[in-house]
């Protein structure tokens, strides 16, 4: 792999820039592999690249139905936190948040992570509750989350002007998040897929996954895709919001569902909020990327979806909310929108488990799982590798529906 | 935004609904002879095709009433009003 230093870019600068290594080969599909990840998302790249990395196995094929990293890794809005509310969660996410740390030496990819902080926007007194409750167990599983005042709110935000007492729900605190960050979600996947290249592992993308295949005995025996059978004794699923599209065709059910969350940029501005601001009371979160545009999002659409646009009245109901506490926005024009789909689990934790078939993983029901990148892929290569779950993922394993002992996480989407 | 047919109100605006989500199978009367995979299926396992699937809707905004249809999760396309 070519390393990337001020150095290499002053010598190929001297060549004009036309000598630079392709940062991953695309090698021809073989028929057997010993693992075969589906999905050259965040999940699936960092799954692949921490198998070769942690476990020394590199005979591994990851399958794209489209191009690499155009997903809902490309279809985001770049929020990494921990601020969750169980014991099973946070330290997860605590891991997550420090391995992205870490992720730009570690990858030689530059992600331009950026730490600014989360504030939450309190406006009911059941959310402070709520949210000072996960203060107290993030405090004692290493997250941080500090209480504050209306005045140093407003202080941190000066752009949040809205919410006065005449309003229809007074701003009544705030919240912060020191540890949450931003950064290039491109980079994520790039710098990960470059780095599982570099130590063998295969990126085939345009290779659609039909369905599974089994053994005469039940386990798993490969995939079909649409360039043929290619067989691997393991087999990964990480295609965050078609999941049990895929775990159906083997005839395995699994308790989630899919919807549509969508995002969209105004025109980009001269720096005005340097944090990430969520206002979960009224459905709307925000942050300004480094070309000055605003990011922002909103609740997602109620009904199930798999589309991957977004809904006019969505869409409405998230400007208006974001019009109630940041009136001067009123005058920013909106650039672009997307959505992608996504699913949530019936107790709103992720699942990164075994399944009933041997040999088959599934990573799913991440809602917003770009935070969860380091973490998920370190944890899901250390299953495949071993077939027995990290202890960060013991208590997401599907097991816990079979004794209805759910792990409900109210941390999981940030509106609502 | 969908206009979802009310059996009273005829078709209405998806602001005036709330969501229920997709229609369970009905509760099996006699719960004695289920295994409890079954049961925790029933419980936890919600249908999620890309394509048809039957939900209610609550027209809290308007005659109260809750309303099951049958919408295309990937093309949003109302297929058929079921039944309140």
Request: net charge positive.
């Amino acid at each position: 792999m070519q390393r990337y230093s001020l150095f290499s870019l002053a010598r190929n600068a001297l060549s004009n820039h036309q000598n630079w290594q392709q940062a991953w080969r695309s090698p021809p599909l073989r028929d057997t592999y010993d693992v075969i990840v589906i999905g050259a998302g965040g999940h699936g790249l960092a799954t692949a690249y921490y198998l070769a990395k942690n476990h020394g196995i590199t005979n591994v094929a990851v399958l794209e139905k489209g191009w690499l990293g155009g997903g809902n890794v490309a279809r985001n809005t770049v929020t990494i936190r921990s601020n969750y509310l169980r014991d099973e969660s946070i330290p997860f996410f605590v891991k997550s948040v420090s391995l992205f740390e870490g992720l730009t030496k570690e990858l030689n990819y530059n992600l331009m992570y950026s730490r600014r902080s989360m504030v939450d926007v309190v406006q009911t007194w059941g959310r402070l509750r709520e949210l000072k409750r996960r203060m107290l167990n993030m405090d004692i599983h290493g997250s941080t989350y500090e209480q504050l005042s209306v005045e140093e709110l407003r202080r941190r935000v000066p752009a949040l002007t809205g919410g006065g007492p005449e309003s229809r729900l007074p701003i009544l605190g705030g919240m912060v998040h020191p540890d949450a960050a931003v950064c290039r979600h491109d980079a994520v996947a790039w710098g990960y897929a470059r780095g599982a290249d570099a130590r063998g592992v295969e990126l085939h993308q345009k290779t659609e996954v039909k369905a599974l295949l089994r053994n005469a005995d039940g386990s798993i025996a490969g995939v079909e895709t649409n360039r043929g059978t290619v067989r691997a004794g393991k087999v990964a699923v990480a295609v965050s919001g078609h999941t049990t599209s895929l775990t159906e065709t083997v005839g395995l059910r699994l308790p989630l569902k899919s919807f549509n969350l969508a995002a969209f940029v105004s025109e980009p501005v001269k720096p005005l909020i340097d944090v990430i601001v969520n206002c979960p009371d009224i459905g709307v979160y925000l942050s300004q990327s480094d070309k000055g545009e605003l990011v922002i999002g909103g609740a997602p659409d109620p009904g199930q979806s798999f589309r991957r646009d977004i809904k006019q009245n969505v869409f409405e109901n998230a400007v208006s909310a974001m019009l109630e506490l940041f009136p001067a926005f009123r005058r920013l024009k909106l650039m672009r929108q997307w959505g992608g789909a996504l699913e949530i689990a019936h107790d709103g934790s992720p699942i990164v488990s075994r399944t009933d078939i041997p040999g088959l993983f599934v990573s799913a029901g991440w809602w917003g799982g770009f935070k969860a990148i380091p973490a998920g892929g370190y944890t899901l290569a250390h299953l495949v590798a071993n077939n027995q779950p990290h202890k960060l993922i013991e208590a997401f394993s599907l097991d816990r529906f079979r004794h209805l002992d759910f792990v409900l996480e109210s941390g999981t989407t940030t509106a609502r | 935004m969908l206009h979802i047919p009310c059996p009273f109100c005829g078709p209405r605006d998806e602001s005036e609904f709330a969501h229920g989500g997709p229609a369970r199978q009905r509760r099996p009367d006699d719960l004695s002879p289920l295994e409890d995979a079954a049961w925790v299926d029933h419980l936890t396992v919600p249908p999620n095709p890309v394509g048809p699937v039957h939900e209610k809707w609550w027209h809290v905004r308007g005659c109260g009433q809750w309303v099951t249809i049958e919408r295309n999760t990937l093309t949003h396309d109302i297929l058929e009003e079921t039944g309140k």
